[in-house]
């Protein structure tokens, strides 16, 4: 008896073992080729509805794509109407017997599409397909007059211009129309259109509308009046926008020319504002371009460290135009305020000018007498919301905020022109909007709970509404999930607009009548449809199309939840299987990570962005998204600020403890063979993996990383990390810094890492990497190192090789399977091979 328990003791457990998932041991590189971008983009077109409202009425326009081609319609949401803007086939038609180019309803190619006329006419343009006329220069190319050359005038496509009357349906050809000159980029345009703003050798000019038209008919005319309204502007203490991105050559040769100015206006153009920054004493960081032609150029520019004490210097800086005077705001008032930011208000831009040529930036007060702005302490605990007298810069606090960690803020709201203000704060731990008077006293909280308010949408000041965006307060779904909701001023009325267990966007009229709602999931086929300011649905709009992309073999990826390493608190993120998911196999996970703390990367409506995602796992890998405490802002204000102090390994236990919870559910994830990788902060974070954890974390892709905090941008850091105020007995304010370094743990890698940059990094400075492939050399590792020539923190046409590169890694070190060809098969099989003579 005892023998027969035995035998059948054993022949279980062989059954048994029989049954457990087979690894996966051949990777999948057609799967994933078929969802390269390029591939991707002519599959999906349309996902959401983005409204162009008119001025004159309550009616919007908008295209919308599908694999039938693009239809442009219009929406009148009193009459709850929708109808095509024209029909395509007819359009087309008309389109073609007036061009004499052939032209069919799915590829009509419409552009720069405007209503004119009272909004009873349309005008767009056409590229000609066949037709070419000679190239239209600029008349001041002066230098080129010089060269005398025998070469005929270059050939272009031609652009046709037409105006279709919306009344009678008929379409006309603009034979002579001549399209306005668009504007320069060195022209900042006052409000009124009077005078335009620009730069030349650091200070700040102007010319009147008679010459700036002069200017944009021929740029050297020597006729044009140029109005010099500043000489005290030097390099690195000037007036002009910027040359950040330049190289030295070229900033030199750019100093002389016109160049843009960021300056925001009064309503009534009399006035305008600028942050003027003294960045003389901030400390130089290069970048060389070894591919640039004919030599390697270098590229000089101001980079301020954390912990260091020369820090960029800014002052407000108001201007009356009609007097030319100017007046220096006393935004340091505050003494204590050492190594200040500044930051001013903006109104928001009105929905009916999305189509003007030009839209300036307005300033927040309705008037040029007031001057709304915020001053925040370097150590981001204190931030002061001010406004200022234009007229004799003196200064008022509306409204403080002190936290013991860093403080975040959004403009103020105004209600009935600033006699009310409403104010967005994390004051009790949860990001809600308060009602202040005009003088910055508190009158009454609007919103409460645990939930996070996200942005205000519209302020219905006669009927003390406000609209605004809002996640986390409805039970059961995702806490990122943004809905639209409306409250009263008192805060009674609250209401969910925006319904349904999804994530919602919205955009609105200036009436804030009716509002556009796009929503979806990862899971679920995006969808538009037009609400009133009741929630009352008007109609539905659109529907994505994805039936091309299904029938590519695309499969919804599945959102899940997991508890982080408290036991606690609730972490929500996407899982990703191949589209060819076999339950019966075992697949190593990976995870695609990117730690915040101002975002977590983590999808929540659907996306035809899949490199990292979807497309990642079709090599044969189940990849996850997952956030972790410390991550996300949209939470509460102690999720958010859980890493402060810990940069280094605050997410690294969630993430860990997420896969762990994941392979106890599902038999077919691997948790033997663990894979990681992101960009940026996901660099660092990965890289940080692989040595907080090297015995978990197997195989890691980190790219463009910030390895060592302490040499990154002193905003990031020293925000996100903390930075310690000092002031000694004399009342001496200095700045303590420190913070754990990804290369003080190099010692500790076990399993494979590639670490990659792009050599003219100039965010994530590609030293960065280099110290951290110097850290592993000295620890006698061996590892991968890889440099993007000629690339910056994205890598722009080497996204598709970086794809395949890092496809690779994982396939080789976590599949045992590779393509080891030299050339990129993947690649190249979609390249054409052109016949046209170069």
């Known amino acids: 008896m005892k023998n027969l328990v035995i035998t059948l003791f054993v022949l279980g457990m062989a059954i048994a073992g029989s049954a457990q998932n087979k690894p996966l041991t051949k990777a999948n590189y057609d799967l994933a080729a078929r969802f390269a971008a390029s591939k991707v983009e002519k599959m999906v077109f349309s996902t959401s509805v983005s409204p162009h409202w008119l001025k004159e009425s309550e009616r919007f326009w908008y295209s919308y794509e599908t694999s039938q081609g693009r239809t442009y ?158 000489t005290d502007g030097e390099q690195y203490y000037g007036f002009h926008s910027g040359s950040f991105g330049q190289t030295d050559q070229d900033k030199e040769k750019n100093k002389g020319k016109r160049q843009s100015v960021n300056v925001v206006f009064s309503p009534d153009s009399k006035k305008f504002a600028l942050i003027r920054t003294d960045s003389r004493k901030v400390k130089d960081l290069w970048v060389i371009n070894s591919i640039a032609e004919p030599r390697p150029t270098l590229e000089t520019y101001k980079y301020h460290m954390p912990g260091e004490k020369e820090a960029p210097q800014p002052e407000i800086l108001i201007f009356d135009f009609p007097s030319k005077e100017r007046v220096k705001v006393k935004a340091d008032t505050a003494k204590d305020f050492k190594d200040q930011s500044l930051s001013l208000m903006y109104a928001p831009d009105l929905a009916k000018n999305r189509d003007d040529d030009f839209k300036p930036d307005i300033w927040l007060a309705p008037n040029s007498d007031q001057l709304y702005f915020t001053r925040t302490s370097r150590d981001l605990k204190r931030i002061d919301i001010c406004v200022a007298d234009t007229k004799l810069g003196t200064v008022k606090t509306l409204i403080e905020e002190r936290l013991n960690t860093y403080v975040e803020t959004r403009d103020l709201g105004l209600v009935n022109n600033g006699e009310e203000y409403i104010h967005w704060s994390e004051q009790d731990g949860w990001a809600h909007f308060y009602l202040h008077d005009k003088t910055g006293k508190l009158k009454n909280q609007i919103t409460s709970g645990p939930y996070h308010c996200e942005s205000i949408e519209a302020i219905d000041s006669k009927n003390r509404v406000l609209y605004f965006l809002a996640n986390g307060r409805e039970p059961g779904e995702d806490p990122y999930f943004t809905h639209l909701y409306r409250v009263n001023f008192d805060g009674t009325g609250l209401k969910l607009l925006s319904k349904g267990d999804f994530n919602h966007t919205t955009s609105n009229n200036d009436a804030n009548t009716f509002f556009i709602n796009n929503f979806s999931r990862v899971n679920t086929t995006p969808k538009s449809e037009l609400l009133d300011n009741l929630g009352n649905k008007v109609m539905d709009l659109e529907t994505a199309d994805l039936s091309q992309l299904f029938a590519a073999g695309y499969r919804f990826p599945e959102p899940f939840v997991v508890k982080a390493a408290d036991g606690i608190t609730d972490l929500h993120g996407v899982m990703y299987k191949p589209f060819d998911f076999d339950s019966t196999l075992k697949y190593p996970i990976i995870e695609y990570v990117y730690p915040g703390p101002q975002t977590e990367a983590v999808n929540k409506s659907f996306s035809v962005g899949m490199d990292r995602t979807d497309r990642q796992a079709q090599l044969g890998f189940i990849v996850i998204t997952i956030g972790n405490r410390g991550g996300h802002p949209s939470r509460s204000k102690w999720y958010h600020n859980y890493g402060y102090g810990n940069l280094r390994d605050y997410g690294l236990e969630d993430k860990k403890v997420a896969a762990e919870q994941l392979a106890d559910r599902h038999p077919f994830i691997d948790i033997s063979k663990v894979g990681i990788f992101g960009h940026s902060g996901g660099g660092f974070m990965s890289t940080a993996a692989m040595l907080v954890y090297p015995d978990f974390f197997k195989v890691a892709v980190s790219s463009s990383g910030n390895h060592e905090n302490n040499i990154y941008n002193r905003w990031w850091s020293e925000k996100h990390d903390g930075v310690k105020e000092v002031k000694d007995a004399k009342g001496n304010i200095t700045f303590e810094y420190d913070i754990d370094k990804n290369t003080d743990l190099a010692k500790n890698l076990k399993g494979k890492l590639l670490i990659c940059t792009g050599d003219i990094d100039n965010n994530v400075h590609p030293g960065l990497t280099i110290r951290m492939a110097n850290a592993l050399i000295k620890a006698n590792k061996r590892f991968d190192f890889f440099v993007f020539p000629g ?48």
């Open 791 to 838: 690339q910056r923190h994205g890598y722009a046409d080497m996204n598709e090789y970086f794809f395949w590169l890092r496809a690779d890694y994982f396939c080789k070190h976590l599949l045992g399977d590779s393509e080891d060809s030299t050339d990129i098969l993947q690649m190249n099989r979609d390249k054409p091979l052109s016949t046209k003579k170069p």
């Open 73 to 230: 319609y219009l929406v009148d949401p009193a009459k709850k109407l929708k109808k095509v803007l024209f029909d395509n086939v007819k359009m087309a038609a008309d389109m073609s017997r007036l061009s004499k180019d052939p032209f069919d309803a799915q590829h009509l190619d419409i552009t720069s599409l405007k209503f004119i006329n009272k909004e009873t006419a349309i005008r767009f343009e056409v590229k000609s397909k066949l037709a070419e006329e000679d190239e239209k220069k600029d008349e001041e190319e002066d230098d080129m007059k010089e060269k005398k050359s025998d070469a005929p005038p270059k050939k272009v496509k031609r652009t046709f211009y037409f105006e279709y009357d919306l009344n009678t349906g008929v379409l006309k050809l603009l034979e002579d129309y001549k399209k306005p000159k668009e504007k320069p980029a060195w022209a900042t345009i006052a409000p009124d259109s009077s005078y335009v703003l620009f730069s030349k050798n650091y200070n700040l000019y102007w010319m009147d509308k008679a010459n700036f038209l002069k200017a944009v008919k021929k740029d050297k005319d020597t006729t044009i009046v140029e109005n010099q309204l500043t």
